[in-house]
Nanobody
Framework: QLQASGGGLVQAGGSLKLSCTASVRTLSGYGFGWFRQVTGKEREFVAAIRWSGGTTVYSDSAKGRFTISKDNAKTTVYLQMNNLEPEDTAVYYC???????????????????WGQGTEVTVSS
């Protein structure tokens, strides 16, 4: 069970921080991903992190602007988004899956646990 939050309306160049809290005690071996989707388009990978070790991976569009991180005590994964662009407008979903290997983190089809989505709107 994942609870996502933090979306909103922001001007281009602004920042937002998304949160995804998992109601699972033990997250060792889990992979967490952030994906986004625009109506009528396929879900797109944004960033992901392995809970154990904290290794991260980003899409090309997210590199240098977005940072994924985690808080062990809060069982929460964050997506700090800076320098937002209108093209970042989408519904953002967090996903989690146990026993995720690094090379699979960006594959949405491998995640079976999804949050409800949080809407991000970037105005120009």
């Amino acid at each position: 069970q994942l609870q996502a939050s933090g979306g909103g309306l922001v001007q281009a160049g602004g920042s937002l921080k998304l949160s995804c809290t998992a109601s699972v005690r033990t997250l060792s071996g889990y992979g967490f991903g952030w994906f986004r989707q625009v109506t009528g388009k396929e879900r797109e990978f944004v960033a992901a992190i392995r809970w154990s070790g904290g290794t991260t991976v980003y899409s090309d569009s997210a590199k240098g602007r977005f940072t994924i991180s985690k808080d062990n005590a809060k069982t929460t994964v964050y997506l700090q988004m800076n320098n937002l662009e209108p093209e970042d407008t989408a519904v953002y979903y967090c996903a989690a899956q146990p026993r995720m290997i690094y090379s699979s983190l960006g594959q949405s089809s491998l995640y079976h646990n999804w949050g409800q989505g949080t809407e991000v709107t970037v105005s120009s």
